[in-house]
């Protein structure tokens, strides 16, 4: 509390200012993960954006890590399971690093995806793109194609997928 006219303790000011700024950015941060989860990065950056320091920023952070409240790890796997159903795993692997989640992270999380549910997920989405379109089969090939990899699958899975999916009828002409 200061009175008019009073000096000011730049030191003491500042000492106080960080101790009350790191348990606001701990409030804020354990709100933000309330609604959904984060990475660290991300929390790092909204933090910081919203004009708390990088030290408290960074000490809010690491307690929440400490009681994993903050977990990328988790946050990778949820993130899989969830978007697995609609898209490939090069899709999945780039909206990873967007969240800011490290390559190792990613990469254990990306291997609980099968070869097989990888090919099944293809498939059925190649399924419902064609399903009522009157395409020839080398255009059904190329749009199908195309469709799955902007899905992020790679080639070997997308010229599978379009042969079960009936876009192929036959190997030696696809593109």
């Known amino acids: 509390p200061l009175r008019e006219g009073q000096l000011l303790d730049i030191d003491g000011y500042y000492h106080l200012s960080e101790r009350t700024m790191y348990q606001k950015a701990l409030e804020r941060a354990v709100w933000w993960l309330s609604k959904k989860d984060h990475s660290e990065k991300q929390l790092m950056k909204k933090l910081t954006d919203s004009a708390f320091t990088e030290d408290s920023a960074s000490r809010a952070c690491d307690f929440l890590k400490a009681g994993n409240y903050l977990n990328d790890a988790r946050l990778s796997e949820n993130l899989?399971?969830?978007?697995?159903?609609?898209?490939?795993?090069?899709?999945?692997?780039?909206?990873?690093?967007?969240?800011?989640?490290?390559?190792?992270?990613?990469?254990?999380?990306?291997?609980?995806?099968?070869?097989?549910?990888?090919?099944?997920?293809?498939?059925?989405?190649?399924?419902?793109?064609?399903?009522?379109?009157?395409?020839?089969?080398?255009?059904?090939?190329?749009?199908?194609?195309?469709?799955?990899?902007?899905?992020?699958?790679?080639w070997d899975v997308i010229k599978a997928a379009c042969q079960r999916a009936g876009a192929d009828e036959d190997d030696d002409n696809f593109e």
């Open 80 to 154: 899989v399971r969830q978007k697995q159903r609609s898209s490939g795993p090069r899709k999945i692997a780039y909206t990873l690093r967007q969240k800011g989640v490290g390559e190792e992270t990613a990469k254990a999380a990306l291997e609980a995806i099968s070869q097989d549910d990888e090919m099944e997920t293809a498939v059925k989405l190649a399924r419902k793109y064609l399903n009522g379109k009157l395409l020839e089969p080398r255009e059904a090939r190329q749009k199908c194609g195309a469709y799955l990899a902007r899905r992020g699958f790679g």
